[in-house]
């Protein structure tokens, strides 16, 4: 089979979670034998292709198109994002007048307008995100969703499903999983992903400041919400440090000198970083939202992070050695992704 991975626009500018997600895929597939393509939204597909594989459920405007078009198979990773929490703390005035899809739409609109995005499209800016998703569902033969919670979330937002559904984890990178040289002395709490409200690493910062706790906060400025990336500079003590993205062997250098990594999001749907960093030997905290709180059960500790006091006892257990880890190398070997991608 000729498989077409879409992806959205930013991609490689603005890395994440579903751009591993979406290169490893096509590694693994191109392993298996099968041609794989990467396209971003904008760009045309290969006239040979006969399975399309999107990706990001939450921005019908790349995708519609595509799946009008196209002839053959259709299949779709949702990596539906749950951005509310945040965008209530971001825009509580805007979220309370036009709600989680009506944001949505806005957040569109205003990414196209400031040329970090592409245009959404005439029929996108007529009938709204809800029934642009709806309809990205309909044409869907094959949905599939990282965990049950998450496929659970979609049928309350939109309905039921005409589509299939299948339920397939994410896969850890071979280079992940082979033999390392443990670190003499791990030390510290570790902070990876893209600066924006969603991740929530604003309220590490401050609690790594007021117990002095040694933080390293690895990530880039979301291109449209550079304010909050400024406030966790500023709001920083001497025991915070930033690092720019970072990825392959200094990124394994990271994981594996550090004793904690915190991932304390409003949500994420499958936090692939979490994975990677028990395969690393880290103690892995997170905040217990969904989908976190089955995704990552097998190899993290949940973390309460709206009771401060009770999740600061956790986190200073942790740094301090003093938290039982959990850790399954045939859990992690089980998880790589040429097993996954036998499931896709």
């Known amino acids: 089979m000729h498989i077409v991975l879409l992806a959205r626009k930013t991609l490689y500018t603005q890395p994440g979670g579903d751009t591993v997600q979406v290169e490893e895929t096509a590694s693994a597939l191109l392993r298996c034998g099968h041609e794989a393509s990467i396209v971003l939204a904008g760009d045309a597909l290969p006239r040979k292709a006969n399975v399309l594989h999107g990706f990001n459920l939450g921005r019908p405007a790349d995708l519609l198109p595509y799946f009008r078009s196209f002839k053959g198979k259709k299949i779709l990773s949702s990596i539906y994002v749950d951005y509310s929490l945040a965008d209530q703390q971001r825009f509580p005035v805007l979220y309370s007048l036009v709600g989680k899809h009506g944001l949505e739409y806005v957040k569109t609109i205003a990414r196209a307008l400031n040329g970090s995005d592409r245009f959404p499209g005439a029929q996108y800016m007529a009938v709204g995100q809800k029934s642009q998703v709806r309809t990205l569902l309909r044409l ?21 499903l005409s589509c299939r559904v299948k339920t397939v984890p994410l896969g850890i990178g071979e280079s992940f999983l082979e033999p390392y040289e443990e670190a003499k002395e791990r030390k510290g709490l570790l902070l990876l992903g893209r600066l924006e409200w969603l991740k929530n690493q604003k309220t590490m910062i401050n609690w790594a400041t007021e117990n002095n706790w040694p933080l390293t906060v690895v990530g880039d400025a979301n291109a449209n919400q550079k304010t909050y990336y400024k406030e966790c500079l500023n709001q920083a003590g001497s025991s915070v440090s930033f690092l720019p993205y970072t990825a392959g062997d200094e990124l394994k250098r990271l994981l594996r000198s550090h004793r904690v990594l915190i991932i304390p999001s409003h949500f994420e749907s499958f936090s692939l970083v979490g994975w ?27 973390i309460q992070m709206a009771d401060k006091k009770a999740a600061v006892s956790v986190i200073s257990a942790a740094i301090n050695g003093n938290l039982a880890q ?14 996954i991608i036998l499931e896709l």
Do not use: C
């Open 140 to 160: 869907t033969d094959l949905l599939i969703t990282s965990s049950k919670s998450e496929k659970e979330r979609i049928q309350d937002d939109f309905g039921s």
């Open 326 to 339: 959990k850790k399954s190398h045939d859990l992690l070997e089980s998880r790589s992704w040429d097993a």
């Open 276 to 302: 990677e960093a028990a395969s690393q030997g880290m103690h892995v905290l997170y905040n217990d939202v969904a989908d976190m709180n089955e995704t990552l059960a097998p190899v993290g500790t949940p």
